[in-house]
Nanobody, 126 residues
Framework: VQLQASGGGLVQTGDSLRLSCAAS?????????VAWFRQAPGKEREFVAA????????HYADSVKGRFTISRDNAKNTVYLLMNSLRPEDTAVYYC???????????????????WGQGTLVTVSS
């Protein structure tokens, strides 16, 4: 599976942005968990949001809960991250990830995911 992330850019505080992650080479199965992580300059990669398997549950980092929404379009084989009320601290490179056999307890753990996109930069100015 190849993942292609897009949609990043430079926005102002309070703006919205929607990231996309398109999969090719293999379609997302119902068992595939998809997620977004981010890495700010000088910091470790951190969990943002995940959609466990075919949407049986969604998970968010506390820092984005209520502002970000993860979704997937199986027909388009694409995962989205809608980001509202953006803050300067949301500035980071955002990565999409997928795994066909993830267990629930591992959705927030980056090294549990086998497939990764290349990252898309989101910059939020104050």
């Amino acid at each position: 599976v190849q993942l292609q992330a897009s949609g990043g850019g430079l926005v102002q505080t309070g703006d919205s942005l929607r990231l996309s992650c398109a999969a090719s080479g293999r379609t997302f199965s119902r068992q595939t968990t998809v997620a977004w992580f981010r890495q700010a300059p000088g910091k470790e990669r951190e969990f943002v949001a995940a959609l466990f398997r075919s949407g049986s549950s969604t998970h968010y980092a506390d820092s984005v809960k209520g502002r970000f929404t993860i979704s997937r379009d199986n027909a388009k084989n694409t995962v989205y991250l809608l980001m509202n009320s953006l803050r300067p601290e949301d500035t980071a490179v955002y990565y999409c990830a997928a795994d066909p056999s993830l267990i629930l307890s591992s959705v927030r753990v980056s090294h549990s995911y086998d497939y990764w996109g290349q990252g898309t930069l989101v910059t939020v100015s104050s």
